[in-house]
């Protein structure tokens, strides 16, 4: 019951901004868009999430647009260690907050 | 590190066997999420727990599938008389039960059923 489409993948450069998006055309007001990532054996860890203003924490930073129907996360300096796979995931807050993840986009950053 | 402990991090097991996983959460953490996920998929929701409750369980949790959390703290996966079509990689979540708090999730324990 995935609600976001993302690439299924994109290289991005070592030391450049990559902008990873998201289209979320059927979001509801209740609903916050959340950021994950999976590296390799690894569980998914936590990025950022938002409702509709900008925000910005040490990792990254998420931008939604206004009309709330899509956003990008933006890794200022992607560095090698930011290949994962990132999941863009809406979330309604209240009940059981559960994720409901979809297939997410494979990032490989490139020496 | 505080953070989500899981237990065996990898297991084999034979057909028809049964299975015990253990998810330690972070401590102060009343929610517990049990996830499954395939290869080259997202992780899919199997169940979860407010304390010692469990609220809520996916179709996907067979009667096979059972989990508990006793005592409100860990938690246990058993799957009884395992298949091939268990082989998969079980995640372990825990958060505070506040709203916009985040699922932090553990590192997995992949199990292999030959």
């Known amino acids: 019951d995935a609600k976001t489409t993302q690439p299924t993948s994109m290289d991005c450069a070592e030391g450049r901004a990559a902008n990873l998006p998201c289209n979320h055309s059927?979001?509801?007001?209740?609903?916050?868009v959340y950021w994950y990532r999976q590296i390799h054996s690894q569980g998914p860890q936590y990025i950022i999430h938002g409702l509709k203003n900008n925000e910005t924490n040490e990792m990254a930073s998420l931008i939604i647009t206004e009309d709330r129907k899509s956003s990008t996360l933006i890794l200022p300096h992607a560095t090698l260690r930011d290949t994962a796979v990132y999941y863009c995931?809406?979330?309604?807050?209240?009940?059981?907050?559960?994720?409901?993840f979809g297939k997410g986009n494979q990032v490989v950053v490139i020496p | 590190d505080t953070g989500v402990s899981q237990n065996p991090r990898h297991k084999i097991t034979k057909r028809g066997q049964n299975v015990t996983f253990r998810c330690d959460p972070i401590s102060e953490h009343n929610r517990l999420y049990w996830y499954r996920q395939t290869l080259g998929q997202g992780p899919e929701f199997l169940t979860y727990?407010?304390?010692?409750?469990?609220?809520?369980k996916s179709r996907l949790l067979s009667d096979r599938f059972s989990a508990e959390r006793p005592k409100g703290s860990f938690s246990t996966l058993e799957i009884q008389r395992t298949e091939q079509g268990d082989s998969a990689m079980y995640l372990c979540a825990s958060s505070l039960y506040e709203g916009l708090e985040p699922l932090h999730f553990g590192n997995g324990t992949r199990l292999t059923v030959t």
């Open positions: 995931i809406v979330r309604v807050v209240g009940g059981n907050n559960r994720l409901a």
């Open positions: 059927t979001i509801s007001g209740n609903e916050y």
């Open positions: 727990f407010q304390n010692e409750a469990q609220l809520e």
